[in-house]
């Protein structure tokens, strides 16, 4: 069944905005304003109370997050495997002591044999999702990449709340301070949190963010953030869907792609994937707690985290400096993991090649 925390109340202000008020051991902490277009992107996430009724507008939030599947865990550093860390660096959010503690936040995979990583990625995950799930792909990134990686962690694990700027790319230069250039890459809600971050610093001179990646999320405008539109910038971006998504809507995520780099954006649609195996956790129980449903993947779990890191690794490669190739990230499968990685990253270049020319021509 559904548990709704007592202490997310929300109160509908002017019927215009939302205002979720977070109490933390019965003290106040925050006042957040949401728009009805946030409810709205909400509501699209987290769409119903469990018995397949949309919830009242705007969607209250379950006591609920997705774990962790055991690969995710056994890829995740040793000291995150408790979820008491996690724990703790959802609350450290909450009582807003981040920056007290460069670990506490985050989870950091430091790439092995990189003695001052240039190149990071800041990584936002899905709303109602572990942040060890995404440990997958954040440490293939690290080990073969040679690409330092700040995996937030959120209260919640819901990294949008509706401020435009969360400051998790400040936290991730803290810990990593010789990295020059971010990726900034989101799941789902995690992708409203990324370009978020990457629009509210299109104006600053100094901006060390060098790439957005998007997967299965999409550009959505009216989030109280004035208009986004990243479409005449030349940042590079990626946008990554799934065939057999059915958590995004479909028509939102089509409105939202004119507001992509127009030359600059790499487009890859995993044929046979699914919303879920953008990372690696249970999701048995997101009907009975949120009334989602996804698509049945068709090819394994392990092959679309592969070509999302390849995504991922494709923006990295056009921020300006060099990726570095290392030996044995997370492999996907035993002992073949890169000569399987090898094989999709050619495969995932061949389809991106066929799809444009058939674009092209028709």
Known sequence: STHVIDYNRIIRVQNTSYYYIHQHHGTMRSLIGLSASVASLYGEFFPSNGDGARQADPPMIPDYTSPPTDFALACTPVEYRDDAVIDAGRDADVNRTCFDDVSACQIPFVPPSVESPRLG??????????????????????????????????????????????QRVNYASERFP?????????????????????????????????????????????????????????????????????????????????????????????????????????????????????????????????????????VASRVGIPLSELEDGCSTTSGSGHLLSSWVVVASAAAIVLLSLVTSFS
């Open 178 to 314: 010789t990295v020059e250039k971010w990726v900034l890459a989101g799941h789902s809600l995690g992708g409203v949190a990324a370009f978020s971050d990457a629009w509210s610093a299109q104006n600053d001179t100094d901006s060390n963010i060098g790439g957005v990646v998007l997967m299965g999320s999409y550009i959505q405008q009216d989030l109280g953030c004035g208009e986004t539109d990243f479409s005449t910038t030349t940042i590079p971006f990626a946008s990554v869907s799934a065939t057999l998504d059915l958590i995004v809507n479909s028509t939102n995520f089509e409105q939202g792609q004119p507001f992509l780099p127009v030359n600059d954006t790499f487009h890859m649609e995993i044929l046979g994937g699914n919303h879920g195996q953008f990372g690696s956790y249970d999701a048995s129980e997101r009907f009975d707690v949120l009334g989602q449903t996804d698509g049945n993947a068709t090819i394994p779990q392990e092959v679309q985290l592969d070509l999302t890191t390849s995504a991922i690794a494709h």
């Open 121 to 166: 990625v800041v990584y936002y995950g899905g709303g109602l999702v572990d942040p060890r799930a995404y440990s997958p792909i954040a440490k293939d990134l690290a080990e073969r990449y040679g690409i330092a990686v700040a995996l937030q962690i959120f209260n919640r694990d819901i990294a949008f709340f509706g401020a435009c700027d969360t």
